[in-house]
């Protein structure tokens, strides 16, 4: 029977280091695919909050109802990035529950798309019906609460901050309206 030859020659070395150079390009053009810009036309760049909450109180699913510490979530059918969301959405709406907050769904029509650029997004107001947060749950690709800007705004909150950010500059897996 022949010994098994141990002996690492260049040539492993070549063949191991093409393909770690392959995996990582490959890695990279698929999240870079997967990537997406939450407002790409930049429509919610500048935006008065005021006149945002406005405009977002009058979408049929709201129009009427006492937005006072609500939390909204945007969803469009048929977004892939949903499935990456709904652990998140899990997670903030327990935490909802337990801070106060009612929980509204809402399907974006592509009626919506001037208001509401991409899903998942979120809207969340004050005891005041005032804008805490509006955009996405996170950025990146997991849409996870570890990369979340709802846990600090409602984090801010609880402490007796209350802010007035829209979110629109951010890259992560978002489905455009």
């Not at 053009?29 to 930049?42: C, S, T, V, W």
């Not at 006149?51 to 699913?61: A, F, R, T």
């Not at 509006?134 to 609880?158: D, H, I, K, M, R």
Request: charged share 15%; aromatic share 8%; with cysteine.
């Amino acid at each position: 029977m022949h010994a098994l030859n141990n002996k690492v020659t260049p040539t492993h070395y070549v063949i191991c280091g093409v393909w770690l150079v392959l995996t990582i390009v490959a890695a990279i053009y698929f999240i870079q695919g997967r990537l997406a810009d939450f407002d790409p036309e930049q429509r919610l760049t500048g935006v008065d909050p005021i006149s945002l909450m406005q405009s977002i109180s009058e979408i049929d699913q709201l129009k009427g109802q006492n937005l006072s510490d609500t939390i909204v979530h945007f969803t469009s059918q048929n977004c892939s990035c949903t499935q990456y969301s709904d652990n998140h959405k899990g997670e903030i709406n327990q935490r909802a529950g337990v801070e106060g907050f009612k929980v509204i769904n809402v399907v974006v029509s592509e009626k919506l798309a001037a208001l509401v650029p991409s899903t998942p997004a979120i809207l969340i107001t004050n005891q005041q019906q005032k804008l805490l947060y509006f955009g996405p749950y996170s950025a990146g690709l997991a849409c996870s609460a570890s990369n979340g800007y709802v846990e600090t705004v409602l984090g801010n909150y609880a402490k007796g901050y209350s802010s007035s950010l829209v979110v629109n500059d951010t890259n992560g897996c978002y489905c455009h309206v």
